[in-house]
T-cell receptor, first 109, second 115 residues
C-alpha cells in the first residue's frame, strides 16, 4: 500500500513569494498528480507527471522517480493561489489514486 | 471545455435510506472512479470502473455500495442503506484511454449528509 506524505501541512506566504510543496511516496508509481482543492470542495487537476518536470503558467511540478519525491512550485504567489494542494499517486495505469493529506496554502496580500 | 458533472450538489438523507449519486463523465472517457472525502480528512478511493465492470474497489466499498453505468453516459453510485459515517463529499472522476490512461478529471462533488 502506498503511503503519500506531504509537507508542509500548512503554509502561509506573502504575495510574490516563491512557494514549494513537497510530496514523497513509498511504492513505485506510474504517475503522480498534483491537484488543487478550493474552499467549496471542488478538485481541479493541475499536473500529471511520470518523469521530469512540467510547467503551466506560474506553476512548476517536478518528480524524481528514484527518490520517490515530487515538488510543486508556485512562482510570484498571489492571494488567488490560496487553496489546498494535494498530491496523489497511481501505481499502475488506470488504477486508483492514493492521496496525501494536502497542504493548506494561504497567500496574504 | 468538457467537464465531469455531478448531481445533486447536496443531499440530505435519513440513516437507513438509499441514495443514488449521479455523474456524467467526459464523453470519450473510458475509466471512471468514485472517491469520497470525509470532512477534515483526505480523499479516499472507493471504486474504479472500466469496460462495464468494476476494475478495482477499496475496503470501504462493501455490499452497501454499488455502481452502474445504466445508459452509456451516466455513472451512478448507490448506497443501499446509509449510515451516519457515510456523510462525506463524493467525487466522481473520469480519464481517457491511453498509455498511461491520462489525467483524472474530477467532478464538483456531491455533499452527502446522513442524519
Amino acid at each position: 500500500k502506498n503511503e503519500v506524505e506531504q509537507s508542509p501541512q500548512n503554509l502561509t506566504a506573502q504575495e510574490g513569494e516563491f512557494i514549494t510543496i513537497n510530496c514523497s511516496y513509498s511504492v513505485g508509481i506510474s504517475a503522480l498528480h498534483w491537484l488543487q482543492q478550493h474552499p467549496g470542495g471542488g478538485i481541479v487537476s493541475l499536473f500529471m507527471l511520470s518523469s521530469g518536470k512540467k510547467k503551466h503558467g506560474r506553476l512548476i511540478a517536478t518528480i524524481n522517480i528514484q527518490e520517490k519525491h515530487s515538488s510543486l512550485h508556485i512562482t510570484a504567489s498571489h492571494p488567488r493561489d490560496s487553496a489546498v494542494y494535494i498530491c496523489a499517486v497511481g501505481e499502475t495505469s488506470g488504477s486508483r489514486l492514493t492521496f496525501g493529506e494536502g497542504t493548506q496554502l494561504t497567500v496574504n496580500p | 471545455e468538457p467537464e465531469v458533472t455531478q448531481t445533486p450538489s447536496h443531499q440530505v438523507t435519513q440513516m437507513g435510506q438509499e441514495v443514488i449519486l449521479r455523474c456524467v463523465p467526459i464523453s470519450n472517457h473510458l475509466y471512471f472512479y468514485w472517491y469520497r472525502q470525509i470532512l477534515g480528512q483526505k480523499v479516499e478511493f472507493l471504486v474504479s470502473f472500466y469496460n462495464n465492470e468494476i476494475s478495482e474497489k477499496s475496503e470501504i466499498f462493501d455490499d452497501q455500495f454499488s455502481v452502474e453505468r445504466p445508459d452509456g453516459s451516466n455513472f451512478t453510485l448507490k448506497i443501499r442503506s446509509t449510515k451516519l459515517e457515510d456523510s462525506a463529499m463524493y467525487f466522481c472522476a473520469s480519464s481517457a484511454q491511453g498509455n498511461p490512461p491520462g489525467t483524472q478529471y474530477f467532478g464538483p462533488g456531491t455533499r452527502l449528509l446522513v442524519l
